[in-house]
């Protein structure tokens, strides 16, 4: 499904390419949004508790259709088995957070002409894809006291082989841009992740064996490992996580953008009079 997604962008790029006006210059800028997780402490897509985000924007203008953007961004994730209506999530009580720092490079097409300077394309909706590299820790408070979960090895990761913690992922986005002047420009974005760990949440497959993992992490790690507090609830193999369905984050994004570059003059009106 995602090659199919991507190869049908390219084919509406490729019916484009043909008399596109070229536009020279670039665009800097910065925004501020929202971030939301999505795994398996949040398995039915709740907008509810999102995440501050921000960031700063370099875009390269191919073209009033195409262009190339660059982003560094910051964002907050979380999730907690406690705002889930399954039994077994409920029961299960875990709970994370995690901060983003990510590295995104996309290509945009927009459906319609956008040429800076101008009275006329000076608005389009964009639909864009893409490859971002980011770093992640999740994180649990519990009793005032902060862990971070991937030193304990909660689903019986041998020392040394705790899940990495920078990942990649797919883009797939799209959004609005409209200029409110020559040289400014508003753009308002939503973007999806798929990326290729499922660890963001630090649980994707089964519980351990509770006596190897107190012998190499200790108490804190069988405590983390099981918040469940019912005993008997996390018997080594049983499920944790879904390990078939990897994690996703999305942004949510309001930016503001300064246009470098040449400004094209208006054409002269041809009923001029001398």
Known sequence: MKFRFYLFIVIIVSLYSE????????ELGGWIGMSNYFGDLNTTFNLSKPG????????L???DRL???ASLSFGSVRGDDNDSSNPFEHDRNLSFRSPIYDLTNQFEFNFLPYIHGTSTDYFTPYIAVGLSIFYYNPTAEIDGKKYNLREYGTEGQA????????SSGLITGGGIKWDINHKLSVN???SYRFIFTDYLDDVSTVYPNIGELRSIRGEEG???SDRSGIPGFAIQGKQRGNSRDSDKYSFFSASLMYYFGKLDCPEVNRFSFK
């Open 67 to 69: 262009a190339y953007k």
């Open 52 to 59: 501050l985000s921000a960031g700063v924007n370099y875009r």
């Open 222 to 224: 069988v405590m983390l």
């Open 19 to 26: 008399n596109l006006k070229s536009q020279d210059g670039f």
């Open 188 to 190: 308002i974005e939503a």
């Open 159 to 166: 020392l040394g082989e705790e899940y990495f913690q920078f």
């Open 61 to 63: 203008l191919f073209n």
